[in-house]
């Protein structure tokens, strides 16, 4: 199934499981589908493994499942994508005032109706942890994760440290942490560095202009 490209490695620079999954697409990419990551289901699952929500076991039962059934693997994919515009407005709307936050919430809230009830307690040692449930009856099962920990970061202080990249080129979302809080880029060696260029040329253009 894979195209003729490789396909780019994921990256985790947004410090939170809802941010990271944002930052799966290039919001502002030039071409539609130049900037995405998750090209196919098959890439959905490997980043799903990859975040920690999704265990070898049940990545590989659906990649089976992907190879038998295509169709309901690109189903799920716009379905992934359409979940993560909803939760990359909803974010907006909370860091820049547009889009209009209380306008976006029925979406996010029509994803958590959505979600099936499968997060159980497990043993883990001598203490118990919340795990997701079997993916066995649903190949969206790495959706859900992402979409309750939106909605929780949402709802928690930590909301106050979400920024967006000061490359307005970018979308990209992260929890700035950082002790002064000031990070401006999603990562200093791309956004950063691509800003950075930008001024020097202007400042030569001046120069060459007189100016
Ligand atoms: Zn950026």
Same mark, same amino acid.
């Given at each position: /199934?894979? $195209?003729?490209?490789?396909?780019?490695?994921?990256?985790?620079? *947004? $410090?939170?499981?809802?941010?990271?999954?944002?930052?799966?697409?290039? #919001?502002?990419?030039?071409?539609?589908?130049?900037?995405?990551?998750?090209?196919?289901?098959?890439?959905?699952?490997?980043?799903?493994?990859?975040?920690?929500?999704?265990?070898?076991?049940?990545?590989?039962?659906?990649?089976?499942?992907?190879?038998?059934?295509?169709?309901?693997?690109?189903?799920?994919?716009?379905?992934?994508?359409?979940?993560?515009?909803? /939760?990359?407005?909803?974010?907006? *709307?909370?860091?820049?005032?547009?889009?209009?936050? *209380?306008?976006?919430?029925?979406?996010?809230?029509?994803?958590?109706?959505?979600?099936?009830?499968?997060?159980?307690?497990?043993?883990?040692?001598?203490?118990?942890?919340?795990?997701?449930?079997?993916?066995?009856?649903?190949?969206?099962? /790495?959706?859900?994760?992402?979409?309750?920990?939106?909605?929780?970061?949402?709802?928690?202080?930590?909301?106050?440290?979400?920024?967006?990249?000061?490359?307005?080129?970018? *979308? #990209?979302?992260?929890?700035?942490?950082?002790?002064?809080?000031?990070?401006?880029?999603?990562? /200093?060696?791309?956004?950063?560095?691509?800003?950075?260029?930008?001024?020097?040329?202007?400042?030569?253009?001046?120069?060459?202009?007189?100016?």
């Amino acid at each position: /199934m894979a $195209g003729a490209e490789e396909p780019k490695p994921f990256k985790w620079v *947004g $410090g939170h499981l809802s941010l990271d999954f944002n930052n799966t697409v290039d #919001w502002k990419g030039l071409e539609p589908g130049a900037g995405e990551y998750l090209t196919d289901y098959g890439r959905l699952v490997a980043w799903g493994h990859e975040a920690g929500v999704l265990s070898e076991r049940d990545r590989d039962a659906l990649l089976r499942t992907w190879g038998e059934q295509p169709a309901l693997g690109r189903r799920i994919l716009e379905k992934a994508w359409s979940a993560r515009t909803t /939760m990359h407005r909803v974010f907006l *709307g909370t860091i820049t005032g547009t889009p209009d936050l *209380g306008a976006e919430l029925p979406a996010i809230n029509a994803l958590l109706y959505e979600a099936p009830g499968q997060l159980a307690c497990e043993a883990s040692g001598r203490s118990c942890e919340w795990v997701w449930s079997s993916c066995e009856d649903d190949a969206a099962c /790495m959706i859900w994760p992402v979409v309750r920990a939106a909605s929780q970061l949402l709802t928690s202080p930590q909301l106050a440290d979400v920024k967006t990249c000061a490359n307005g080129r970018c *979308g #990209w979302l992260f929890l700035d942490t950082s002790r002064k809080h000031n990070r401006k880029w999603c990562e /200093m060696g791309v956004c950063g560095n691509r800003a950075k260029a930008r001024r020097y040329y202007d400042r030569r253009k001046r120069q060459a202009e007189g100016g």
